[in-house]
């Protein structure tokens, strides 16, 4: 749902097997600080050659970003510390971050802090690069599920270090509202013109998640491994849902200024739109739905062609601190990746910690149905699940 859409997200433990059966083993992308990159396509990919140490900053940071994740409160630090001014082009969807990114990032961007259905799409078009996470100090720190996940490992190749992560929810006015416990609201005529929801082809896996339980003969078991039957049935929800729609929103702002507005009263959000309109006295609240929740998982990743590396590492090495997650996790209303913020939130803010469930149980972590991109190959060995090229076809008819 980010076209954060933050969205991103991201994490997922068994759904990801799917993703190691992508047919040809397409040579990783070697490159380290101020390098060249190399490759091998023979056998097993080859071992990429990466940096050693961080060398001097090149005094410039260009980052393809989530709106809101390069705030001045630690932007500012990092500049004075590093002598790297930060420049940041916020991304209003996924599929604009893989667009921006493309050509390892056109020699102009260093860093993209890609959700799960954006990973594989740059990682396989070698957009970006592995790193070396011994240069990351607080990688050992994360969450075990984060510091390998298979959305950013591939062959034992870390491209680039998790970031944040957390769900999307439901986002309604609640003098409007009376708390809604399903996402039935969002295909409900009784608030047609006064919905609004991510303009994103990922937009699909909520639907489908919905279908999941109040349509059980799908058989939906996988929001993003869908047969042809079951995508139709998404889509045929969604294109109900058209005409309900206000506006399908690029940017977390946009979605912001709709609810202050009134144009909006009930919608696909992430926390951070909550947090903001509610530090605005919006009366707002959100909520994770009976039918669960999609969500994200993000990751800074490495240009292919990044004109400042070092720069670029040092920015991984700094917002990976429990500080820095600590702040990032409650301007955003997302759980960070290092199990250290946690104790760092609640000096921050008390209580926080536990409000973005950054000490909850691993099941915690594991309900929620992170994005991933979709594959034809569904993981049984067959090529019978809707490829991500379809979603974005047929979101863009369903729009249309």
């Excluded at 059966?21 to 490759?39: E, H, I, K, M, Y």
């Excluded at 050659?49 to 001045?72: C, D, F, H, R």
């Excluded at 802090?113 to 070396?132: C, E, F, W």
């Amino acid at each position: 749902m980010r076209k954060r859409s933050r969205q991103r997200q991201r994490p997922r433990r068994g759904r990801f097997a799917a993703l190691a059966v992508l047919g040809t083993v397409l040579a990783l992308v070697a490159g380290g600080c101020g390098g060249s990159s190399s490759s091998s396509t023979s056998g097993a990919a080859a071992k990429p050659k990466l940096p050693t140490s961080i060398g001097p900053g090149e005094g410039q940071l260009n980052l393809v970003a989530w709106e809101g994740y390069a705030q001045p409160d630690w932007a500012k630090p990092f500049e004075r510390q590093t002598g790297c001014k930060v420049s940041a082009k916020y991304a209003g969807s996924s599929d604009e971050m893989v667009a921006l990114m493309r050509d390892g990032g056109g020699g102009q961007y260093d860093l993209v802090s890609a959700s799960g259905d954006a990973d594989l799409r740059l990682i396989y078009g070698k957009d970006v690069q592995p790193v070396n996470v011994d240069l990351i100090p607080s990688w050992s720190d994360f969450i075990p599920q984060l510091k390998s996940p298979p959305f950013n490992t591939i062959n034992g190749a870390h491209y680039g270090v998790s970031y944040e992560w957390g769900p999307n929810v439901l986002l309604y006015n609640n003098q409007k509202l009376s708390s809604p416990q399903s996402w039935e609201v969002i295909y409900s005529p009784r608030y047609k013109g006064q919905i609004t929801v991510p303009d994103n082809p990922i937009q699909i896996a909520d639907a489908a998640l919905y279908l999941s339980k109040k349509s059980s003969a799908l058989g939906i078991a996988d929001p993003y491994e869908l047969t042809q039957p079951q995508f139709d049935a998404a889509i045929a929800l969604l294109r109900q849902q058209r005409p309900l729609v206000k506006k399908y929103w690029a940017l977390a702002s946009q979605e912001i200024t709709m609810f202050k507005n009134g144009d909006a009263v009930v919608g696909a959000a992430w926390p951070y739109q909550t947090n903001t309109l509610k530090a605005d006295g919006v009366k707002v609240a959100d909520a994770i739905p009976s039918e669960g929740a999609t969500g994200w998982a993000d990751t800074w990743m490495l240009a292919s062609r990044a004109p400042h590396p070092n720069c670029a590492y040092q920015w991984m090495k700094y917002v990976t601190t429990p500080t820095v997650q600590a702040q990032q996790a409650i301007y955003f209303g997302e759980t960070p990746a290092n199990t250290k913020a946690c104790a760092e939130m609640d000096k921050q803010a008390k209580g926080s910690c536990a409000q973005y469930h950054a000490n909850a149980p691993a099941s915690y972590f594991d309900s929620i149905k992170f994005w991933k991109t979709p594959l034809a190959d569904c993981g049984n060995g067959k090529s019978e699940c809707v490829p991500y090229a379809r979603w974005q076809q047929a979101w863009q008819e369903v729009k249309g």
